[in-house]
């Protein structure tokens, strides 16, 4: 059963944010580093969940729960060329929500059982942060095209509480993925760009898809609009939890 609240996001990345937004320019003056601010929404369509993935954990959906929503999405890249192929890039991608439910039949999570019919507050946290390098495979006025691996620190958590009583499961853990980026120009002032970052096989998976169309206000600054598709999840003992976030922004680039 639905509940009617706002959604609200974390906002322990805003400062950082603030900080390296008022940075961009600066940063940006040097040729060799880039720098992108995607400022948008995120809904999710699936959000199963279950803890421990054993008889003593209920599956339940966080998407049926608490609905579609809109969750606040921000994420940062900077992008620094090492030289004409080889670089490094860093990702801040911070994704947390927490809801009011009312859960319909008794659910049993992370050691604690929570009674339907009840006010229950559920938070959901996967914030990610990246750091990567790349390789230039193509790179010309019109295309370019770059494959390359990312180190992934996952920081992930599901929390519960009822009347007092909590239940929660944290992950922080590492995930390598790998990455293909390119681009593609239509004309003088709008390129066409896409990215991912993925792992799959094993237990789970992890994707991260973008689409998006860019700008030129300048030579140095343009303005663009992106689509993004997140899934990803692990089915192992301890947990099970696969959920899929898609998310529409408007994008600041600064550099070349």
């Known amino acids: 059963m639905k509940t009617a609240m706002t959604r609200t996001s974390q906002t322990l990345m805003a400062p950082a944010l603030c900080l390296l937004v008022s940075l961009m320019p600066a940063l940006a003056s040097a040729d060799t580093v880039s720098l992108r601010l995607s400022l948008g929404n995120s809904w999710q369509e699936r959000n199963d969940v279950q803890i421990p993935n054993t008889d003593a954990g209920t599956r339940f959906s966080l998407a049926n ?14 992008n620094w060329s090492i030289n004409q192929k080889h670089g490094l890039r860093v990702l801040l991608a911070p994704l947390t929500y927490t809801e009011t439910i009312i859960f319909d039949e008794s ?15 559920a938070t959901y946290k996967f914030n990610s942060w990246r750091l990567g390098y790349h390789y230039t495979l193509i790179d010309s006025d019109k295309m370019t095209f770059r494959i390359g691996g990312t180190a992934k620190i996952r920081d992930a958590k599901i929390q519960l509480v009822q009347s007092g009583s909590v239940s929660a499961k944290d992950d922080l853990g590492f995930v390598p993925l790998l990455y293909l980026a390119g681009s593609y120009k239509l004309n003088d002032r709008v390129k066409v760009l896409a990215d991912l970052d993925g792992l799959a096989g094993g237990p789970g998976r992890a994707i991260d898809l973008g689409i998006g169309l860019q700008y030129y206000l300048t030579p140095r600054w343009q303005l663009g609009a992106e689509l993004r598709f997140l899934d990803g999840g692990a089915d192992v003992e301890s947990v099970y939890n696969f959920a899929q976030f898609n998310s529409a922004s408007i994008v600041l680039h600064t550099g070349f």
């Not at 659910?107 to 229950?120: I, K, L, R, Y």
């Open 65 to 78: 729960e608490v609905g579609p929503g809109l969750v606040n999405a921000a994420r940062l890249e900077i």
């Open 107 to 121: 659910v049993q999570f992370a050691g604690g059982t929570f009674s339907p019919d009840e006010e229950t507050e």
